[in-house]
């Protein structure tokens, strides 16, 4: 799976933003969506997955409640809108695909696809 995400830039605190992500090269029937991000310093962490078929949602603790994972299966594209965007969603977004069966939807060493990364970035 070929995997483009884009659509970060520059928003105040307390903002809204929605990065994409677009899928080529296979079907997605049988694979999960996550979105990670990478913080400058740190590590790679978990954001939010979605079960393509099933559309079954999961969220880290710290985004639950403000960011929406999101799928649109005739444009093979998953969407994460965040809202009450703080300092601390500040970094480099990446969305990734494993497939169904393949180790935690929250492990980013079980994700074997993974897209370029689009940067958000939130002032205060």
């Known amino acids: 799976v070929q995997l483009q995400a884009f659509g970060g830039g520059l928003v105040r605190t307390g903002g809204s933003l929605r990065v994409s992500c677009v899928a080529s090269g296979r079907t997605l029937t049988a694979y999960v969506m996550g979105w990670f991000r990478q913080a400058p310093g740190k590590e790679r962490e978990f954001v939010a997955a979605?079960?393509?078929?099933?559309?079954?949602?999961c969220y880290a603790d710290s985004v639950k409640g403000r960011f929406a994972i999101s799928r649109d299966s005739a444009k093979n594209t998953v969407y994460l809108q965040m809202n009450s965007l703080t300092p601390e969603d500040t970094a480099i977004y990446y969305c990734?695909?494993?497939?169904?069966?393949?180790?935690?939807?929250?492990?980013?060493?079980?994700?074997?696809?993974w897209g370029q990364g689009t940067l958000v970035t939130v002032s205060s």
């Open positions: 990734a695909a494993k497939r169904y069966f393949s180790g935690d939807y929250y492990s980013v060493q079980d994700y074997d696809s």
């Open positions: 979605v079960y393509w078929t099933a559309g079954m949602t």
